[in-house]
């Protein structure tokens, strides 16, 4: 006999009755998970417009209004209606705005079916609902030997699953070959697959002939009876600087790819728009056939999550965001921004190309997206070359997994040049050094 809630068994026999393999994805807290919409949400939301509403633990004026301290509303151009609490699934009309512009970011989703964003308290706990979802102890999730190291917090330490790494690059592209190993390997069932475009630490997306040998990759294995989570980490998304580079989050792909292949599109503002503080983030699902009840019924579970563990994303935050992005200017601004990040990307290929005395210090590794490059110093350890630098050359860069990551995002384009010039001082006077 199950022990689930009947709110949970509710949500569960809509994705069994109309996918149940998308249901099989789901983890054993994932199967278990269920938005109240009984409890004090529920009833509160049954009470709107009542003459007297007793309800949710929020205060009003006496002339209803909500009850806020006047030096912290003076502080803020938005209506004091965002000081109360947000929806556990976020901000209507942000969600729906966020919905609109996947699609006009992402051209290949236009005509095709997706949810509506379920809004979370950034990318890092977008990724934590997603383990909570659908990563049990004991699973494996599948991700590239290059990777932001605090999945390992989210999905080792926090869900207790393993990793199985592939590798990153080969011939200065990414090693898909790996990648369809990785995927194939122990036969079918259920898979996690972890994917981030434009990649931290790397600053690599894949080309569109990558994007595309990915997605035939994974609907191979789902053909073969696989049933795949596809968990996109798009942090970075629309941070791209070179031709012939996929502009699109893979979801495009996915959604429609095949039956067996859940597309969970986590992204947001964070990096995108430049508001690190925030914290706001989305969490987007897809697959193919799939119908309005299993949507809603994930839409739930996520919102049921949120409400779990922080009950709801700062509406201060998302209100801000959906002025934002209603802005005549934002687009303008947005580009302006790119326009920033690009040069300083455009600035290293030039330097790179002007010293090339560099290639006896480090390797390039492939980049051309994001926030980052990095690069792998000869003969001598990146940790080696950390130290070097910040204690003679004034200069701070982070090593990741036998790499030396340069945050470029960060560095103003006249630093940039100082920046590969110190570095490979740094690594020649360790060689000399012995
Ligand atoms: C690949 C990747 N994913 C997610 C995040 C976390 O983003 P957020 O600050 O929105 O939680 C980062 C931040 O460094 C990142 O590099």
Known sequence: MSTYNPLAEALNKDLQDGAPQIF????????????????????????????????????????????????????????????????????????????????????????????????????????????????????????????????ELIFNEACGAKFSLYNTFINGGYDVAAFSQALHAGGGGKKIVL???????????????????????????????????????????????????????????LVDLHPNVLGVKLDGPTKEDYVWGFRVGFMTFGFHGAGDGQLKALENKAAGIVRGNISNVPNLSQSILLKGYTDADYAAQKKQKYGILSGRARKIRTVLEKRPEYARSFEVM?????????????GVTAEAVRKELLANFDTGVIVLTGLIRLAFSSVPTDRIEDLFDNLHKAIQNLRLKG
Not at 366 to 378: A, E, T
């Open 24 to 151: 099989d994805m789901l983890s054993a807290r994932g199967k278990s998970i269920y938005f109240p919409s009984k409890g004090i949400l529920g009833q509160t939301a049954e009470a709107k417009g009542a003459k007297i509403n007793a309800t949710i633990g929020t205060a009003f004026e006496e002339d209803g209004s909500p009850l806020a301290l006047e030096c912290m509303e003076a502080m803020v151009n938005v209506p004091s209606e965002s000081f109360l609490y947000a929806s556990s699934y976020g901000v209507q009309k942000l969600r729906e705005e966020w919905g609109r512009l996947l699609a006009v970011k992402n051209p290949g989703l236009r005509g095709k079916t997706y949810s509506l964003p379920v809004v979370t308290a950034a990318l890092t706990h977008a990724l934590s609902v997603a383990g909570y979802l659908f990563v049990d102890s004991g699973d494996t999730v599948i991700l590239p030997d290059l990777y932001w190291d605090n999945y």
């Open 195 to 253: 994917l981030n475009f434009p990649n931290n630490p790397t600053g690599y997306t894949v080309t569109e002939d990558e994007a595309k040998a990915l997605a035939e990759a994974i609907r191979g294995a789902a053909e073969d009876g696989s049933k795949i989570v596809v968990l996109l980490d798009d942090a970075y998304f629309g941070l791209v600087y070179e031709e012939g580079i996929t502009r699109e989050s893979l979801f495009s792909l």
């Open 366 to 378: 492939p980049f051309n997206s994001g926030y980052f490059m990095c690069v792998k110093p000869i």
